[in-house]
Structures are given as structure tokens and as C-alpha cells.
């Protein structure tokens, strides 16, 4: 029951001509096609809205074969992802503001939603996404009406839900090498005058893409994952909504397919590490790689079905249209596992080995109140979070190195949040808007860690008997958070808005969780404080042309107190604050060249810095981690009609600058620049009832690197995890009862 945006001319898609309908097309050629979002939690067209937002519809996903939430950087402007295990493990840069370390009781400064449920552990992020209306990113802090870690944005994922007034359904199949497998379908109906379900369904499967060289090893690469989601819409009275959703997924890996190459400290004086690079020769493992141009592994550890994650979520949804304003209820509780092995080293040498099991619930709770009167837009409410992360076993192998023995931590962080929240919208005159928010946050939290030595079995990762216990810590925290917004938009025609912002964002303060004990950290460095963003942006965004072209642009400087600045040192890690700046550009430029035809490009670039991290007595400013300067990506598509349809030819080009995936910023942590070709031909019916697909992604077999850990001080060696390869195929989709 949620108020309906003021008519608007035109709405965004990200890619508007992707969704442009065929022969069913826009109501007017040459016009970008409407799409309405929540990004206030309201319905708005996104021209209207003064925050940097890319949207995606459904049939945009579709069309990008975007099956994984992560998927989407590569098509937003200052986005990028982080994360480790070879991959397997995800979660979003926005504008330089990441968080990537890997162990599981960490949140993200980016929050991800999926249906308003906020997803606690960081390592779900990745998920699987199926039978999706749309997706939002919203770029810098939304702290205020997304709570709490929205510090650098927000990526909110949209269901599709099931209608009063008809049924629908579809079935999309899709097949290529490697074996990949993608089924995904759906059926919605209406059961009653009042009441509608809908189901729907995924099934993704892929076979090895890494060979393992190692006699014996198994081959890496593959997954195989399902997810399931039930719908209930029920219109209680005309006035009251109530929607109820309920998912279940479950995802098989294999253990994370990294590849070793050799690398070695750069020493000072003092026998410190001041930088570590890339050799040719041997070092402590050798080298599996020496070309470089295989994608080949020697893992002595390795398993093609050892990784498993799951996840299971209840949402439900209470909407209640008062005379002067609207009330709205989210109730939403999650459970996340993950067992996750590599082998460390990469190597066919036992080295180390290392496993990660996490289990994690959390409940949110949510009542939002929105009205508006002459000038007036009104948004409060109330926000409570309770999360319980319980690592039950994290486990660092170290062989023979250390005689047989095993270091095995465990670890619990209880978290307890509640917030109020407030924005205004006020109209100073027909064109320009004031927008004021402000949030305040009593978060508490409660930490308990236990580090023990165990003895060997002589199987990796196989516990034997405890020989002692090797470090305890137990703490607690208690504070008080603020985040806001302070905005003037400005409307210089009905096709163009200017707006200038202030956000703070604030993500809490948390505790790290030393591996292996890490005697280096002290018990003073465990716990870690808050960060702050103050956040300036000037934005601009226009349509032109009589709607055939839109062209968005910002300009940001983000100054940061307290940065949670992440380092893996030799085998622990470590988050400390450290202050930041970032300073960014970004743009897009979606245009109807021709009918039929459009154009899409984006670009962004980003200057990062951390100021004063020492690393091995050498303090230094340092770039942050997984932030390319500079990337661009272009979309051009040309749909035929034909007299039983329209054919579609969609080429993209998507660049991606230099990063580095360590803040320690050495030689050896510099991913290059990497440039991937996508190519896509369709035919789609004339009534839109199914549609023919092929594909055919990163067409010159670019050979890129994604992550990658640093280990010269402990193997001589650095592991990297790379893309995809080639990859081909074709897809079918038919929707019915429509």
C-alpha cells in the first residue's frame, strides 16, 4: 500500500535499451524505458532521486547473464568487489570504502539487502540470485534510512512477488562448456480475490574450469548450487498489506582454486620487509607457473566438493495505509553456514593448509512511518538487530613446518543494535528541496576467543589431541552511533536535477580474532573503534534529446576518521583505524543512437589513500585494497524487428584499471589492468512469449587475476585466484500464462 510516485516522463534503468521490449517495445520509440525505485524507501523515479544510483531490472540481469549479486560491479561505475578464497568468498568495494577481511565474524561497510533483510555475514554475499525484479546500488553512505555499515553504500535486492490480478511464470534454461548448467523457474498466481502465492526455483552447476597436475589431486573450479523461495501476498483489507517470503539455498564448491607463484621480501637494513615481488627462480615451494600462461594447479590438498555453504531466510512484510500517513513493519530472520578448506601454499609441497566453519543468525526488526503534506515528505521509524556469529572451528595446519601440530581457534561475537532514524524533505520553492536525516545507533557487543595448539594426525587438517591452550580473550563494547545527511537538491528543468551532499557514515567498531593466537597482536589491538565517513558529492542528472538520451555525473571527496584499515601479517590478520581520503568521478551516458539502437558507457575514477600504515616498522601511505583508479564499461545493442519478432546483437567492453588486493600495496599484490569482451545475440517471439539466446563471454581468453594473499616472508610464494576463462553457450526462456 505504499504511496505511488508523482508522475514522472522518464524513469532509469541501468541499460535501458537491454529492456526495451522488442516488438512489445516502449510505449514511445526512442525513449529510455521506466524503471521506479526505493532507494528513500519510497517509490520515486530514479531521475528524481539525489543519490548516485544504478538499477538493474530483471530482464537487464537476464540479458547480462548476471546469475551472482557480486556479478553486477562490472557494469556500475566505482564499483568493484573484494573478498578471498579464490573467489569464493565476496562482497562489494564501493568508491574505495571495502572491508576485506576474511574472517567471519567481520561485517561489511557495504550493506546488502535482500527484500529489506539485512544479510549479517559478510561471506553471503555472493549469493545466488534467481527470479529478481530488480537490483539498487546506491553509492556513498546511506546510513541514515540503511542503518547501520551502509558507510561506503548500499546494493538492495528485489524479488519478484506474486500478483492479485493474474498468474505468470517462466522457464529459463541455459547450457556451455565446462559443463555450466543454469535452470531457473517460476509460477505466480492468485488463489483467492485477496490472496496470491508465488514459487520459484534455481539449479546452477558447473563442472572443473582449474586442472590439478598434482598425481591424485582433484580438479578445482566446479560448484553446484539450488535455492528455493515461497511467496504469500495477502490483501487483508483495502487498506492492509501483508506479504510473507521464505528461502532455502545450499551451494558445493570445490576447495579454492589459487594458483602459486614465486615470491620473495624485498629487505631493509634492519632484515624488515619493505616490498615483495615476483621471481623467475626458485624459492622456498618453487614454482608451478614459470610462464605464466597456463591455468593449471599442483595442489598436494584439493577436493571438488569439500565447500559448502547454506543459507535459509523468513521475511515478512506488514503494509498499513493510514488517512495522513503510511506504516510499514519488516520482520526478517537468517541462518548462514559455510565449510570452507584451501590448501594455503597452493603447492604440491604439504605446507599449510587452512579450514574455516562459520554459522551465523541474526533478527531484524523494522517499523517505518512515511507521510507528506504540502512541501512535507516524512520518513521515521525504528531499528533493531540482534546477531549471533559463532565460528565453531577455524584451523591453520602448518605440517611438518611445525612438527605435526595444528592451531585451531574458535570464537563467538554477539551483536545487539537498535536505532531511531528520521528524514525531512522540504521544498524551499517549485525547484529547490532541502533533505535533513539523522540516525542514532546503541550498539553493543560481546566477544569471546579461544586459540589452542593441537597435535597433528599426519592427514591435513585432521585434529588430534589438544596440547595447550594457547591465548584467551574476552571483551565488550557499548556505543553510541550517529549517522546523517544534510542535502539541497535542485531542480533546473523537469528534465534536469542538481544536488549537493553531506552523509556521515558509520560502521561500529568490532575485535579481531588473531590466527593461530597472532602473539604479535596484543590484547590492546584486538579490539578496533568505529569508522567515520564524512562524505561531500555534487551530482548531476539530465535528460535530453526529448528522452532518447540521459547522461549522470558526481563528483565526491570522502574524508575518513578511523578507517578499519585490514593487513595480513605473515599468517594472522589485523584490522586497525588508520585515517583515509578517497576522491572520485564517475559517469554514464545511456543514449537511443537510432531506433533500435543504444549505447551505454560508464567510467569512474577513484584516488585513494590510508594514511600512515606501518608495515614491518616502515610507516608509508598506502592505496586502498580491490579499488581499480580508473574503469570503464560500454554496452551497445541493436534489436531488428521482424515480422515474427526481433533479433538482438549486443557486444561489451568492460575495463578494469590497476589494484592492489593487499593494502600492504607491494610489488607482488598489483593486479594489472584487464580489458574482458562480451558478445550476445537473441531472438525474442513477437508476443514475447520465449526467446532464444547465445553467448559468449570474455571472448580472447583474457588471463586475469581477481584475489590473491601474499605469503613471500612464509613460502616464498603469493597466491592468486583468476577469472573465468572463454566461456560459451546458449539459453532458452519461456514465460507463460500471461
Same mark, same amino acid.
Given at each position: 500500500?505504499?504511496?505511488?510516485?508523482?508522475?514522472?516522463?522518464?524513469?532509469?534503468?541501468?541499460?535501458?535499451?537491454?529492456?526495451?521490449?522488442?516488438?512489445?517495445?516502449?510505449?514511445?520509440?526512442?525513449?529510455?524505458?521506466?524503471?521506479?525505485?526505493?532507494?528513500?524507501?519510497?517509490?520515486?523515479?530514479?531521475?528524481?532521486?539525489?543519490?548516485?544510483?544504478?538499477?538493474?531490472?530483471?530482464?537487464?540481469?537476464?540479458?547480462?547473464?548476471?546469475?551472482?549479486?557480486?556479478?553486477?560491479?562490472?557494469?556500475?561505475?566505482?564499483?568493484?568487489?573484494?573478498?578471498?578464497?579464490?573467489?569464493q568468498f565476496q562482497t562489494f568495494t564501493i568508491r574505495g570504502v571495502t572491508q576485506n577481511d576474511f574472517l567471519d565474524h567481520t561485517e561489511a561497510p557495504n550493506a546488502v539487502y535482500v527484500d529489506d533483510g539485512y544479510l549479517a555475514a559478510m561471506n553471503s554475499q555472493v549469493l545466488t540470485m534467481f527470479d529478481?525484479?530488480?537490483?539498487?546500488?546506491?553509492?556513498?553512505?546511506?546510513?541514515?534510512?540503511?542503518?547501520?555499515?551502509?558507510?561506503?553504500?548500499?546494493?538492495?535486492?528485489?524479488?519478484?512477488?506474486?500478483?492479485?490480478?493474474?498468474?505468470?511464470?517462466?522457464?529459463?534454461?541455459?547450457?556451455?562448456?565446462?559443463?555450466?548448467?543454469?535452470?531457473?523457474?517460476?509460477?505466480?498466481?492468485?488463489?483467492?480475490?485477496?490472496?496470491?502465492?508465488?514459487?520459484?526455483?534455481?539449479?546452477?552447476?558447473?563442472d572443473s574450469v582449474f586442472d590439478n597436475r598434482f598425481p591424485g589431486g582433484e580438479d578445482l573450479g566446479n560448484r553446484d548450487v539450488w535455492g528455493v523461495r515461497g511467496h504469500l501476498l495477502a490483501r487483508l483489507t483495502d487498506d492492509v498489506e501483508l506479504w510473507l517470503s521464505a528461502t532455502v539455498s545450499e551451494?558445493?564448491?570445490?576447495?579454492?582454486?589459487?594458483?602459486?607463484?614465486?615470491?620473495?621480501?624485498?629487505?631493509?637494513?634492519?632484515?624488515?620487509?619493505?616490498?615483495?615481488?615476483?621471481?623467475?627462480?626458485?624459492?622456498?615451494?618453487?614454482?608451478?607457473?614459470?610462464?605464466?600462461?597456463?591455468?593449471?594447479?599442483?595442489?598436494?590438498?584439493?577436493?571438488?566438493?569439500?565447500?559448502?555453504?547454506?543459507?535459509?531466510?523468513?521475511?515478512?512484510?506488514?503494509?498499513?495505509?493510514?488517512?495522513?500517513?503510511?506504516?510499514?513493519?519488516?520482520?526478517?530472520?537468517?541462518?548462514?553456514?559455510?565449510?570452507?578448506?584451501?590448501?594455503?601454499?597452493?603447492?604440491?609441497?604439504?605446507?599449510?593448509?587452512?579450514?574455516?566453519?562459520?554459522?551465523?543468525?541474526?533478527?531484524?526488526?523494522?517499523?517505518?512511518?512515511?507521510?507528506?503534506?504540502?512541501?512535507?515528505?516524512?520518513?521515521?521509524?525504528?531499528?533493531?538487530?540482534?546477531?549471533? =556469529?559463532?565460528?565453531? @572451528?577455524? *584451523?591453520?595446519?602448518?605440517? !611438518?613446518?611445525? &612438527? %605435526?601440530?595444528?592451531?585451531? #581457534?574458535?570464537?563467538?561475537?554477539?551483536?545487539?543494535?537498535?536505532?531511531?532514524?528520521?528524514?525531512?524533505?522540504?521544498?524551499?520553492?517549485?525547484?529547490?528541496?532541502?533533505?535533513?536525516?539523522?540516525?542514532?545507533?546503541?550498539?553493543?557487543?560481546?566477544?569471546?576467543?579461544?586459540?589452542?595448539?593441537?597435535?597433528?594426525?599426519?592427514?591435513?587438517?585432521?585434529?588430534?589431541?589438544?596440547?595447550?591452550?594457547?591465548?584467551?580473550?574476552?571483551?565488550?563494547?557499548?556505543?553510541?552511533?550517529?549517522?546523517?545527511?544534510?542535502?539541497?537538491?535542485?531542480?533546473?528543468?523537469?528534465?534536469?536535477?542538481?544536488?549537493?551532499?553531506? =552523509?556521515?557514515?558509520? @560502521?561500529? *567498531?568490532?575485535?579481531?580474532? !588473531?590466527?593461530? &593466537? %597472532?602473539?604479535?597482536?596484543? #590484547?590492546?589491538?584486538?579490539?578496533?573503534?568505529?569508522?567515520?565517513?564524512?562524505?561531500?558529492?555534487?551530482?548531476?542528472?539530465?535528460?535530453?534529446?526529448?528522452?532518447?538520451?540521459?547522461?549522470?555525473?558526481?563528483?565526491?571527496?570522502?574524508?575518513?576518521?578511523?578507517?578499519?584499515?585490514?593487513?595480513?601479517?605473515?599468517?594472522?590478520?589485523?584490522?586497525?583505524?588508520?585515517?583515509?581520503?578517497?576522491?572520485?568521478?564517475?559517469?554514464?551516458?545511456?543514449?537511443?543512437?537510432?531506433?533500435?539502437?543504444?549505447?551505454?558507457?560508464?567510467?569512474?575514477?577513484?584516488?585513494?589513500?590510508?594514511?600512515?600504515?606501518?608495515?614491518?616498522?616502515?610507516?608509508?601511505?598506502?592505496?586502498?585494497?580491490?579499488? !581499480?583508479?580508473?574503469?570503464?564499461?560500454?554496452?551497445?545493442?541493436?534489436?531488428?524487428?521482424?515480422?515474427?519478432?526481433?533479433?538482438?546483437?549486443?557486444?561489451?567492453?568492460?575495463?578494469?584499471?590497476?589494484?592492489?588486493?593487499?593494502?600492504?600495496?607491494?610489488?607482488?599484490?598489483?593486479?594489472?589492468?584487464?580489458?574482458?569482451?562480451?558478445?550476445?545475440?537473441?531472438?525474442?517471439?513477437?508476443?514475447?512469449?520465449?526467446?532464444?539466446?547465445?553467448?559468449?563471454?570474455?571472448?580472447?581468453?583474457?588471463?586475469?587475476?581477481?584475489?590473491?594473499?601474499?605469503?613471500?616472508?612464509?613460502?616464498?610464494?603469493?597466491?592468486?585466484?583468476?577469472?573465468?576463462?572463454?566461456?560459451?553457450?546458449?539459453?532458452?526462456?519461456?514465460?507463460?500464462?500471461?
Amino acid at each position: 500500500m505504499i504511496r505511488q510516485p508523482k508522475p514522472s516522463r522518464l524513469a532509469l534503468a541501468l541499460i535501458p535499451g537491454l529492456v526495451a521490449g522488442g516488438v512489445a517495445g516502449p510505449a514511445t520509440a526512442q525513449t529510455l524505458e521506466e524503471v521506479v525505485i526505493t532507494a528513500q524507501k519510497r517509490e520515486q523515479s530514479v531521475q528524481d532521486v539525489g543519490i548516485s544510483v544504478s538499477a538493474f531490472t530483471g530482464k537487464t540481469l537476464d540479458r547480462l547473464e548476471l546469475s551472482s549479486a557480486t556479478e553486477i560491479s562490472a557494469y556500475v561505475p566505482g564499483v568493484h568487489v573484494s573478498g578471498s578464497y579464490a573467489g569464493q568468498f565476496q562482497t562489494f568495494t564501493i568508491r574505495g570504502v571495502t572491508q576485506n577481511d576474511f574472517l567471519d565474524h567481520t561485517e561489511a561497510p557495504n550493506a546488502v539487502y535482500v527484500d529489506d533483510g539485512y544479510l549479517a555475514a559478510m561471506n553471503s554475499q555472493v549469493l545466488t540470485m534467481f527470479d529478481v525484479d530488480r537490483v539498487e546500488v546506491l553509492k556513498g553512505p546511506q546510513g541514515t534510512l540503511f542503518g547501520r555499515n551502509a558507510t561506503g553504500g548500499a546494493v538492495s535486492i528485489i524479488t519478484r512477488k506474486p500478483s492479485l490480478d493474474e498468474a505468470d511464470g517462466y522457464v529459463d534454461l541455459s547450457y556451455g562448456n565446462y559443463d555450466a548448467l543454469r535452470a531457473e523457474a517460476a509460477y505466480s498466481t492468485p488463489v483467492s480475490e485477496n490472496v496470491a502465492i508465488r514459487f520459484a526455483g534455481v539449479y546452477d552447476s558447473l563442472d572443473s574450469v582449474f586442472d590439478n597436475r598434482f598425481p591424485g589431486g582433484e580438479d578445482l573450479g566446479n560448484r553446484d548450487v539450488w535455492g528455493v523461495r515461497g511467496h504469500l501476498l495477502a490483501r487483508l483489507t483495502d487498506d492492509v498489506e501483508l506479504w510473507l517470503s521464505a528461502t532455502v539455498s545450499e551451494g558445493t564448491y570445490s576447495s579454492g582454486p589459487y594458483q602459486s607463484r614465486s615470491t620473495r621480501n624485498i629487505l631493509d637494513g634492519n632484515g624488515l620487509p619493505v616490498n615483495s615481488i615476483e621471481v623467475n627462480e626458485p624459492t622456498l615451494i618453487g614454482t608451478i607457473d614459470p610462464d605464466g600462461e597456463d591455468m593449471d594447479l599442483l595442489h598436494d590438498f584439493s577436493g571438488d566438493d569439500v565447500n559448502e555453504t547454506e543459507l535459509q531466510s523468513i521475511t515478512g512484510r506488514l503494509d498499513w495505509s493510514f488517512e495522513n500517513f503510511d506504516f510499514t513493519s519488516i520482520t526478517d530472520f537468517r541462518h548462514y553456514e559455510k565449510e570452507l578448506y584451501i590448501d594455503a601454499d597452493a603447492t604440491e609441497v604439504y605446507l599449510f593448509n587452512t579450514l574455516a566453519l562459520v554459522d551465523v543468525d541474526s533478527f531484524t526488526q523494522e517499523f517505518r512511518f512515511y507521510g507528506e503534506s504540502d512541501g512535507f515528505r516524512w520518513t521515521t521509524g525504528f531499528y533493531y538487530l540482534y546477531i549471533d =556469529n559463532v565460528v565453531p @572451528k577455524t *584451523g591453520l595446519d602448518l605440517g !611438518p613446518i611445525a &612438527g %605435526g601440530v595444528l592451531a585451531q #581457534d574458535e570464537y563467538e561475537l554477539e551483536t545487539t543494535s537498535s536505532s531511531l532514524f528520521a528524514q525531512l524533505e522540504y521544498d524551499l520553492s517549485e525547484s529547490l528541496t532541502l533533505v535533513g536525516g539523522l540516525r542514532a545507533t546503541r550498539e553493543e557487543k560481546e566477544f569471546d576467543y579461544r586459540s589452542g595448539i593441537f597435535l597433528g594426525t599426519g592427514s591435513p587438517l585432521v585434529t588430534g589431541p589438544l596440547l595447550f591452550t594457547a591465548r584467551t580473550y574476552s571483551g565488550d563494547t557499548d556505543d553510541t552511533l550517529i549517522a546523517g545527511k544534510l542535502q539541497l537538491d535542485w531542480r533546473l528543468s523537469d528534465e534536469t536535477l542538481v544536488y549537493l551532499s553531506y =552523509n556521515r557514515g558509520i @560502521k561500529a *567498531g568490532s575485535f579481531n580474532a !588473531p590466527f593461530g &593466537g %597472532g602473539a604479535e597482536i596484543t #590484547d590492546d589491538k584486538i579490539p578496533y573503534d568505529e569508522e567515520v565517513l564524512n562524505a561531500y558529492e555534487v551530482g548531476l542528472k539530465s535528460d535530453f534529446l526529448e528522452g532518447r538520451m540521459r547522461f549522470n555525473a558526481s563528483a565526491f571527496f570522502y574524508d575518513y576518521n578511523d578507517y578499519q584499515a585490514f593487513q595480513l601479517i605473515g599468517l594472522t590478520t589485523q584490522v586497525e583505524n588508520k585515517d583515509a581520503e578517497v576522491f572520485g568521478l564517475e559517469a554514464e551516458l545511456t543514449a537511443e543512437i537510432a531506433e533500435g539502437f543504444t549505447l551505454f558507457l560508464a567510467g569512474s575514477y577513484l584516488d585513494t589513500e590510508v594514511s600512515d600504515v606501518t608495515l614491518s616498522g616502515v610507516t608509508a601511505d598506502r592505496e586502498t585494497a580491490f579499488t !581499480p583508479e580508473t574503469s570503464v564499461t560500454a554496452i551497445a545493442r541493436y534489436e531488428l524487428p521482424l515480422a515474427s519478432g526481433a533479433l538482438g546483437f549486443q557486444g561489451e567492453v568492460i575495463y578494469t584499471g590497476d589494484f592492489y588486493y593487499s593494502l600492504s600495496n607491494f610489488d607482488s599484490t598489483e593486479v594489472p589492468a584487464y580489458t574482458l569482451g562480451n558478445l550476445r545475440l537473441d531472438y525474442r517471439s513477437a508476443n514475447d512469449r520465449w526467446e532464444l539466446n547465445a553467448f559468449l563471454e570474455n571472448l580472447s581468453d583474457e588471463r586475469y587475476a581477481t584475489f590473491g594473499f601474499d605469503l613471500s616472508g612464509s613460502c616464498g610464494c603469493s597466491e592468486t585466484a583468476y577469472g573465468m576463462p572463454r566461456t560459451y553457450g546458449v539459453g532458452f526462456r519461456y514465460n507463460f500464462l500471461q
